[in-house]
């Protein structure tokens, strides 16, 4: 009940619901500003599905949309698969990228990747904010210290992996959230997640872009402001099922 409270104060249809218009009137009154970022993630996903991926990759689907699972030994179709992938038998489940990369065992960055190069998504090159130019410029490592410098860099990329799995997986609840929790009734109050997921979800994505996309000074520059923004997020993904909704794992 306390979550219901925290997420519907930060709606502001809920309450005169019944007066407003339905999703694609209102959607823009509660999104952030400038959520036109491109996002690597979403861009697969929009155009590939993981049916689409696991038949490039030599996995034979029937007609029904059901396999064999490639993540354990199936004798008898268990994997269903569509825009998602679902298994029965070993409970795998994820979307396309998360079945390139429990497949070829890379990591989620590098199966995007590998997505865009095999499906030929072009994937757009990001300019650097001048902020933080200026700011990655100041923190670089005196040229004696090349082996703290190494140790940094190295507790750094650990850190940028962990964090691209926890905004992954908020990202992948949230866009459960706004299919599941999609108002069905123009009337009715928007269910808190489906609200959350609207507010957040375009601003996370760019996080992911960032950390992604731009160059390692910049995505120290980021861990430097919004680490803890990271670890408040990581802390979100482990809320218990009650207060988190159908969540839905990475």
């Not at 209102?26 to 959520?35: A, F, M, R, T």
């Not at 959230?177 to 123009?186: C, G, H, N």
């Not at 992604?212 to 979100?236: G, P, S, T």
Request: hydrophobic share 30%.
């Amino acid at each position: 009940m306390e979550e219901e409270k925290k997420m519907t104060a930060l709606n502001p249809a809920v309450g005169a619901a019944g007066k407003r218009s339905f999703i694609d009137k209102n959607v823009n009154d509660i999104l952030p500003e400038g959520s036109t970022e491109f996002n690597i993630f979403r861009e697969i996903r929009s155009k590939v599905s993981a049916r689409e991926a696991a038949e490039y990759y030599g996995l034979k689907v029937g007609r029904n949309g059901m396999a064999c699972c490639p993540f354990h030994q199936d004798r008898h179709p268990s994997l269903k698969l569509d825009e998602r992938f679902h298994c029965f038998g070993c409970g795998a489940d994820g979307d396309v990228i998360d079945y390139v990369s429990r497949l070829t065992g890379l990591t989620l960055y590098e199966s995007a990747l590998k997505l865009c190069h095999d499906f030929g998504i072009m994937v757009p090159q990001t300019s650097s904010g001048s902020s933080r130019k200026a700011r990655s410029g100041v923190r670089r490592c005196p040229a004696g210290k090349r082996q703290e410098k190494t140790r940094i860099q190295e507790k750094f990329r650990r850190w940028r992996d962990w964090a691209i799995d926890v905004l992954k997986e908020y990202t992948g609840n949230m866009e459960l959230w706004k299919e599941q929790y999609a108002p069905t009734d123009p009337y009715a109050e928007w269910n808190p997640l489906f609200v959350e997921a609207l507010q957040n979800f375009d601003r996370v994505s760019y996080y992911l872009d960032v950390l992604c996309l731009e160059r390692e000074e910049d995505q120290i520059a980021f861990f430097i402001d919004m680490r803890e923004e990271v670890r408040r997020i990581d802390k979100r993904n482990k809320e218990p099922g009650e207060q988190y909704g159908n969540r839905r794992t990475a």
